[in-house]
């Protein structure tokens, strides 16, 4: 399985942004996407999680209301939007896919990563 991310940049406080995975090597459904960020100097953070088959959403308490997560089937592409950025979502965003698992706040759900695409909210 390969993650491939991408649509991350500069952007002003209070502006949007749209991240994409695509994901090949294998179909999706039944499994969970996730987003991932993480700041300089800060641990790994859980973002948001979509269940490709049943839609289910589920989000950072940071981001909720900000962010929305989609998904694609035939694309085999997941969504990040990004609206009313602020500088503190300055990270490297990272999306990430479960095979299984509950707890998908957890890093270590998560079996395979993107390589991470860096976003950069300027005030």
């Known amino acids: 399985v390969q993650l491939q991310a991408s649509g991350g940049g500069l952007v002003q406080a209070g502006g949007s942004l749209r991240l994409s995975c695509a994901a090949s090597?294998?179909?999706?459904?039944?499994?969970?996407m996730g987003w991932f960020r993480q700041a300089p100097g800060k641990e790994r953070e859980f973002v948001a999680r979509?269940?490709?088959?049943?839609?289910?959403?589920y989000y950072a308490d940071s981001v909720k209301d900000r962010f929305t997560i989609a998904r694609d089937n035939a694309r085999n592409t997941v969504y990040l939007q990004m609206n009313s950025l602020k500088p503190e979502d300055t990270a490297v965003y990272y999306c990430?896919?479960?095979?299984?698992?509950?707890?998908?706040?957890?890093?270590?759900?998560?079996?395979?990563w993107g390589q991470g695409t860096q976003v950069t909210v300027s005030s």
């Open positions: 990430a896919l479960a095979l299984g698992g509950r707890d998908y706040g957890k890093g270590s759900t998560y079996d395979y």
């Open positions: 090597g294998r179909t999706l459904s039944g499994y969970s």
């Open positions: 979509i269940g490709w088959s049943s839609g289910i959403t």
